[in-house]
């Protein structure tokens, strides 16, 4: 099993920058694929942000539409940590962010992601 434990989340004001962390422990994979998801009350798991590689080597990265520019997704050499660098934040960015991994091809469908951390809470004032 993998398991994931996200940090970083924190109350923030708008135009501020924040930046979390999802550390992974257990079985590995030779290709992998690591995402951020976020979820506001009352509404669906959105995406944000998923990168996938081979080895060392990075060959995807996508961005959802409304953090492009303001987000932007790396890992550590070992492949073990993912991070999240957000800039620019707006309220419209508060939300509770998962990281969430597979073995399977990449994607923005939550229901391709098979290992979730249990959410860090980022919240956005004006």
């Known amino acids: 099993q993998v398991q994931l434990v996200e940090s970083g989340g924190r109350l923030v004001q708008a135009g501020g920058s924040l930046r979390l962390s999802c550390a992974a422990s257990?079985?590995?994979?030779?290709?992998?694929?690591m995402g951020w998801f976020r979820q506001a009350p009352g509404k669906e798991r959105e995406f944000v942000s998923a990168?996938?590689?081979?080895?060392?080597?990075?060959?995807?990265?996508e961005y959802a539409d409304s953090v492009k520019g303001r987000f932007t997704i790396s890992t550590d050499n070992g492949k073990n940590t993912v991070y999240l660098q957000m800039n620019s934040l707006k309220p419209e960015d508060t939300a509770v962010y998962y990281c969430?991994?597979?073995?399977?091809?990449?994607?923005?469908?939550?229901?391709?992601?098979?290992?979730w951390g249990q959410g860090t809470q980022v919240t956005v004032s004006s």
């Open positions: 969430a991994a597979t073995n399977k091809q990449p994607g923005r469908d939550p229901v391709g992601y098979d290992y």
């Open positions: 257990g079985r590995a994979f030779s290709t992998y694929t």
């Open positions: 990168v996938s590689w081979r080895g060392r080597n990075t060959y995807y990265a």
